[in-house]
């Protein structure tokens, strides 16, 4: 008797948790070797982290979680609220997005459908882990040439870095142009070229369709131009 009545609070209590909500992005999918846990649906808003939806899973690992999107932006799935080292960073969207992936893994190399700013995401970061690659050898051979007070070799070691970056620029800033038709394209050179050459994301800013031009990451590029503008004449 005592277990039927656990059972039905658990039963209760997964309902309590699940999502009741209706939006126009559903996220459903499956966390293998998931038994038990709670998964949160979470995006930021302004440059807090806050979650849209919730639902605690027992046994299979099935879950659906849903929002409302004015335009197609960056969620994240977090297990148990940990974004440190357990989340899946992906594009959301109108429709309905299919995420597959394993608790052990979770987040390492999750399976993401239905989502075509996600597809052009994963084509770049592909490229851009290249990029990241050749960072940390330059990082271990600038560490050797110092212990060793190579001079000669620092300073070819720092042209080559700024050769590479400036590489990588110019790689960003040609994929965002390539896919200007996508949102993905001002949020890469808001989160991959802040640091870059202003025209590089004029570049990228002029070449945006309309509709990109007004959504989300859309408005928060232009806006990010206009404000070194202005610092830059206030420095003159």
Not at 59 to 80: C, H, K, M, W
Not at 142 to 171: G, H, P, T, V
Request: charged residues 25%.
């Amino acid at each position: 008797m005592k277990k039927i009545i656990g059972f039905i609070l658990v039963a209760i209590l997964a309902i309590a948790c699940s999502s009741k909500k209706d939006g126009n992005m559903i996220v459903e999918g499956n966390i293998k070797g998931l038994k038990k846990g709670t998964l949160y649906l979470q995006k930021m808003q302004d440059t807090v982290l806050v979650s849209v939806d919730s639902i605690t899973v027992f046994g299979d690992g099935n879950f659906r979680l849903t929002d409302n999107v004015a335009s197609p932006e960056i969620y994240y799935l977090t297990f148990n609220g940990n974004v440190t080292n357990k989340r899946i960073l992906f594009f959301g969207n109108k429709g309905t997005i299919t995420i597959k992936d394993n608790i052990e893994l979770f987040g390492f190399n999750p399976e993401i459908t239905g989502s075509k700013n996600q597809l052009i995401l994963n084509d770049y970061m592909k490229i851009n882990s290249k990029f990241q690659s050749q960072s940390l050898e330059f990082v271990k051979k600038e560490f050797d040439a110092r212990k060793e007070n190579n001079k000669s070799l620092l300073e070819k070691l720092e042209k080559d870095y700024q050769n590479m970056i400036k590489r990588r620029y110019l790689y960003t800033t040609n994929f965002a142009v390539t896919n200007a038709n996508f949102e993905v394209a001002p949020y890469i050179a808001l989160t991959e070229l802040y640091d870059a050459n202003i025209k590089l994301l004029d570049t990228i800013n002029n070449s945006l369709s309309e509709d990109v031009k007004n959504s989300t990451y859309g408005k928060r590029l232009d806006k990010y131009i206009k404000e070194i503008k202005e610092k830059e004449t206030e420095n003159k």
